[in-house]
């Protein structure tokens, strides 16, 4: 990972937001691990970009330069961190603790698995029935929506969709 040059140097016309059939992401990225692979845009106020897997670890790893405090969404959301995510060690570490004996890949095999293809059965379904899906909405929104709901004991289904829509589109930010 070389930040010793300077952002002038580095420098591209990227935004992730533009839609894909502008950008071509793909394309997009794959030219920026060959060509450039650490980046900075001045999209959105700036921001660095890391394509390469050693350098997308390295800096996963390496919180005390490389930090989420300000979260990991562009633009900056207006409401400050909002998830695990968004935190560093150790207060990252506190949260990942408390939540690792029901998260931990064991615990979702046994416990989740089997209600994450339950709801995904029922949405595909339906969707089949329809004869129409919005990807996000009817299977990206629902599916976890109706897993975490039933899972946190919230028996009022008609509920659920209001929370669900609501947090997607809190943290989708659309742009």
Known sequence: LDMQKTRAEVTVDFDHHRPARVLNPDLAYAELRHS???AWSEAHGGFWLV???KD??????THQFFSTREGITLPTPPYGQSALIDFDPPQHTAYRRAMNPVLFREAVQERLKPRIE???DIFIDRVIEAG???LVYD??????TAVTMEWLGWTNQDEWWKFGKAWHDLMGRAV
């Open 139 to 144: 299977l990206a929104v629902a599916i976890p």
């Open 132 to 134: 129409r899906c919005d």
């Open 36 to 38: 450039c692979p650490v």
């Open 118 to 120: 339950h709801w995904t």
């Open 56 to 61: 997308v670890e390295r800096v996963t790893r």
């Open 51 to 53: 394509t390469q897997h």
